[in-house]
């Protein structure tokens, strides 16, 4: 079903939110091709639009997307020929995406995805206990699941976060309490992840 512009499939995939919110991106890319070509904008400029006209389109609602190899892999692909295109890097020209993402002062996808997700994190543990989204976070469905492996979900992706960086959701409901120290923790946990570790 569609609830404020997101399809959710009964499985909690987001592959069908994730392929709109792509041509929606890629129509609001397109809007501005005039600029992407034009030599009287700088590329700072250029990235500030992309940014906040085409990033935020893509991303709306990520933060509660349930991710999957194949569909972070279609969001960064999007993202990087993006920033290619307004860097105007066109082959046989090659860059690597860590030099293009340094070039461009940008983040990967997934760590931009992953610090979205956080940020909301933040903010719904700073939610009355007895809130709906303080809830939800740590709700299980009754019934159970059908043989065989274990679907990702989005809870799992963040408890397997949570777990790698050795704290538990007490800590981190803690953490959550102090704005300025939650965004030191979203930091270190983002650039954790882009130093592979």
Same mark, same amino acid.
């Given at each position: ?15 069908k939110d994730i ?13 501005f091709n ?7 904008y700088s590329?700072k400029? +250029? ?8 990033l935020?389109?893509l %991303? ?7 991710m999957?190899k ?10 990087? +020929?993006? %920033?290619?295109? #307004?860097?105007?890097?066109f082959w046989?020209?090659t ?10 002062h ?17 903010h719904?543990?700073?939610? &009355?206990?007895?809130? #709906?989204?303080?809830?939800?976070l740590?709700?299980?469905?009754e ?13 799992r ?6 777990? &790698? %960086? ?5 800590? #981190?409901?803690? %953490? ?5 120290e ?11 992840r882009?130093?592979?570790?």
């Amino acid at each position: 079903f569609t609830y404020l512009g997101s399809t959710v499939r009964s499985d909690g995939g987001a592959g069908k939110d994730i392929k709109n919110h792509l041509n929606k991106a890629r129509n609001a890319f397109r809007m501005f091709n005039n600029v992407w070509r034009s030599q009287q904008y700088s590329t700072k400029t +250029k990235l500030k639009l992309y940014q906040s006209c085409v990033l935020s389109t893509l %991303l709306y609602g990520s933060e509660c997307w349930r991710m999957t190899k194949n569909d972070l892999n279609k969001l960064s692909v999007f993202h990087t +020929k993006s %920033l290619r295109r #307004i860097c105007r890097i066109f082959w046989p020209n090659t860059i690597s995406n860590e030099a293009l993402y340094a070039q461009c002062h940008q983040d990967s996808m997934e760590n931009i995805i992953m610090r979205r997700r956080w940020r909301w994190i933040g903010h719904v543990m700073r939610k &009355d206990i007895d809130d #709906i989204t303080r809830t939800a976070l740590h709700w299980t469905p009754e019934g159970k699941r059908k043989r065989g492996r274990p679907k990702n979900t989005w809870r799992r992706t963040v408890e397997k976060e949570i777990k &790698d %960086l050795n704290h538990t959701w007490g800590t #981190i409901q803690r %953490l959550a309490q102090d704005r300025r120290e939650w965004k030191t923790f979203v930091a270190a946990l983002c650039a954790r992840r882009h130093n592979g570790q």
